[in-house]
């Protein structure tokens, strides 16, 4: 079955760049798609399509990808981004869908 | 405003068929443009996207659950439901339901709070 790999955390300071990984074979083909989930709550959509950022996201979220790794970057990370994100995408059918193993952000 | 609200059993045994429905309410199910979709999360683990389904009925599962589940729509009462039989302690989870647009299915954009299903004798 299909699979992303994150790592399972990252940690910064306040202020540093965060970045998180996701990779996966179909991802050359596919558009990974990001979200956040803070603790207790339903995930929210940071990036979708690669790169773009949903109204209401802080534009210091920003995403990019390079063959089969796509990358979340959060440039100048606030304690709020503290968080558990995931990639999310498909297989190259298109009809089965996954998410990353989560990666635990922490800023401190 | 679209709302998505999760509702069934919290307790289900083991080897039974776990059900839930999702109610939606602010939209239409059936005017097209979405999948509507569940989703659920081990304790203290990760997402795991259970399948969407489509107005019309069509499905789309994941491979590792398509054998015990069924995913069904019922336009007249605007609800989606999820059935995953034989169920085990390794299906104790968060449930969410969420919509997704159809020209982007990896882009949910509303989700239910999530109900937590304990299988448990």
């Known amino acids: 079955s299909y699979e992303l790999t994150q790592p399972p955390s990252v940690s910064v300071s306040p202020g540093q760049t965060a970045r998180i990984t996701c990779s996966g074979d179909a991802l050359p083909k596919k558009y990974p798609y990001w979200y956040q989930q803070k603790s207790g709550q339903a995930p929210v959509l940071v990036i979708y399509?690669?790169?773009k950022r949903p109204s209401g996201i802080p534009e210091r979220f920003s995403g990019s990808s390079s063959g089969t790794m796509a990358t979340l970057t959060i440039s100048g990370a606030q304690v709020e981004d503290e968080a558990d994100y995931y990639c999310?995408?498909?297989?190259?059918?298109?009809?089965?869908?996954?998410f990353g193993g989560g990666t635990k952000l922490t800023v401190l | 405003q679209v709302q998505l609200q999760e509702s069934g059993p919290g307790l289900v045994k083991p080897s039974q068929t776990l059900s839930l429905t999702c109610t939606v309410s602010g939209g239409s199910i059936s005017s097209g443009g979405y999948y509507w979709s569940w989703i659920r999360q081990h304790p203290g683990k990760g997402l795991e996207w259970i399948g969407y389904i489509y107005y019309s009925g069509s499905t789309y599962y994941n491979p590792s659950l398509k054998s015990r589940v069924t995913i069904s729509v019922d336009t007249s009462k605007n609800q989606f439901s999820l059935k995953l039989s034989s169920v085990t302690a390794a299906d104790t989870a968060v449930y969410y339901c969420a919509r997704v647009f159809l020209l982007q299915p990896g882009l949910f954009d509303y989700w239910g709070q999530g109900t937590l299903v304990t299988v448990s004798s």
């Open positions: 999310y995408s498909t297989d190259s059918s298109g009809n089965h869908w996954v």
């Open positions: 399509e690669d790169s």
